[in-house]
């Protein structure tokens, strides 16, 4: 499996950015795919996951209401809408899929990475 990630960029606080992830190859073998960030000097965190056959969506407490995850299945591409966006929110973002043994939210478990596209939220 492949993942191609998109979108990122620089934006003021408070404006939005949408990003991309397009799977590709044996996606049969995925049922989530998932966001997650990393901040210069901290880990990585996760953001965001959605299951594929209920379009389940999950989301970190720091970017509830503010991020939406949405997956387009026949296009095997997954968006994270990001509005109200703060300096904190800036990061390098990772798209990852797999298919999770235990939570959504622990990196382990997504066997697939794309490349990180960087955000850059200025004040």
């Known amino acids: 499996v492949q993942l191609q990630a998109s979108g990122g960029g620089l934006v003021q606080a408070g404006g939005s950015l949408r990003l991309s992830c397009a799977a590709s190859?044996?996606?049969?073998?995925?049922?989530?795919t998932a966001w997650f960030r990393q901040a210069p000097g901290k880990e990585r965190e996760f953001v965001a996951a959605?299951?594929?056959?209920?379009?389940?969506?999950y989301y970190a407490g720091s970017v509830m209401g503010r991020f939406t995850i949405s997956i387009d299945n026949a296009k095997s591409t997954t968006y994270l809408q990001m509005n109200s966006l703060k300096p904190e929110d800036t990061a390098v973002y990772y798209c990852?899929?797999?298919?999770?043994?235990?939570?959504?939210?622990?990196?382990?478990?997504?066997?697939?990475w794309g490349q990180g596209t960087l955000v850059t939220v200025s004040s």
């Open positions: 959605v299951t594929w056959a209920f379009n389940s969506p």
């Open positions: 990852a899929a797999g298919r999770p043994r235990t939570v959504v939210t622990n990196s382990d478990d997504y066997a697939y």
């Open positions: 190859g044996r996606t049969a073998s995925i049922d989530t």
